[in-house]
């Protein structure tokens, strides 16, 4: 029996990174998945490995700031299988390392719209669906949810906001009875196209920097937030809520 089995999940930013592995991880642990992103070859890519590999996952076009999309993709999924046990509301943007006196209004409600607003949207459609079979929300949040650092004003706040969110809405579903256990968790630097990108554009010494910045070495791999999420959306973790999990290779221990 998989740890999951039987539980169906929906995972944002299924397409890429963290939300790939975490979608794989769930379907090899029994859950039947379905996937979401924006970038729909890479999405019905997943969802066919998945499927090949003896999984069950399908996958849907749903951008997490359009609310319409939410009720759709979250529709679908009850119309289909029934019931929705786990969500991961994982999709996010990364900063493009912008000073916050250069920071144009624009940017900083593009980062909050993705960031923010989609886990709102998330939590809202998602307690909605669980309310009478319960469930668990996880959200993405970030070391730079906890700590500043540099050119990351948007994207630390976006991600502040993820975590509070996140405490907020637990103690609500406690609050009112419901047996929805709502958790964020926090990666530190992970090896996914989001870094690729940033080491990109800084060139061989951002990459320098990122890697003499990490306690162990080196960055993680998808797979090991995947593994926290897997323990947040089974029944192991069900007396966990409003709990902040924290996978970042001793980063934020310092
Ligand atoms: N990689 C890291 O080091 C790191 C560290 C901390 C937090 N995070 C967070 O982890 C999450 C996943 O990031 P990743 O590193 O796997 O990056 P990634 O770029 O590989 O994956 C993010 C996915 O989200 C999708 N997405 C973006 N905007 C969307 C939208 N509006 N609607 C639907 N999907 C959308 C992208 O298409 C992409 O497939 C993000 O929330 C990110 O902020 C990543």
């Known amino acids: 029996m998989g740890r999951v089995a039987g539980k169906v999940a929906l995972i944002t930013g299924g397409a890429s990174g963290i939300g790939r592995a975490t979608a794989e991880l769930l379907a090899e642990e029994g859950a039947t998945v379905v996937l979401t992103d924006l970038q729909d070859v890479p999405g019905e890519d997943v969802a066919a490995g998945i499927r090949a590999a003896g999984g069950k996952a399908s996958y849907f076009h749903h951008d997490v700031t359009d609310e319409a999309a939410w009720e759709k993709v979250v529709g679908e999924t009850l119309s289909e299988h029934g019931r929705l046990d786990i969500l991961f509301n994982n999709a996010g943007i990364g900063g493009t390392g912008v000073p916050v006196d250069e920071m ?50 948007a994207y630390s706040a976006s991600k502040g906001g993820v975590r509070l969110l996140t405490k907020a809405v637990a103690m609500e579903c406690a609050a009112r009875g419901l047996n929805i256990r709502v958790c964020s968790v926090h990666p530190g630097y992970i090896d996914t196209p989001m870094v690729g990108g940033a080491i990109q554009r800084g060139g061989p010494e951002r990459r320098e920097a990122i890697l003499k910045s990490q306690p162990m070495g080196q960055m993680g791999e998808p797979r090991d937030i995947a593994e926290g999420v897997l323990y947040l959306a089974s029944d192991a973790a069900k007396f966990v809520s409003g709990s902040e999990l924290i996978i970042d290779g001793g980063f934020l221990a310092r």
């Open 104 to 153: 144009s209004l624009d940017y900083w409600r593009q980062t909050m719209s993705v960031n923010l607003d989609g886990v709102f949207l998330g939590v809202k459609h998602g307690v909605r669906a669980m309310t009478e079979t319960g469930g668990a929300i996880i959200s993405t949040s970030s070391i730079l949810g906890m700590v500043g650092a540099p050119n990351t004003a």
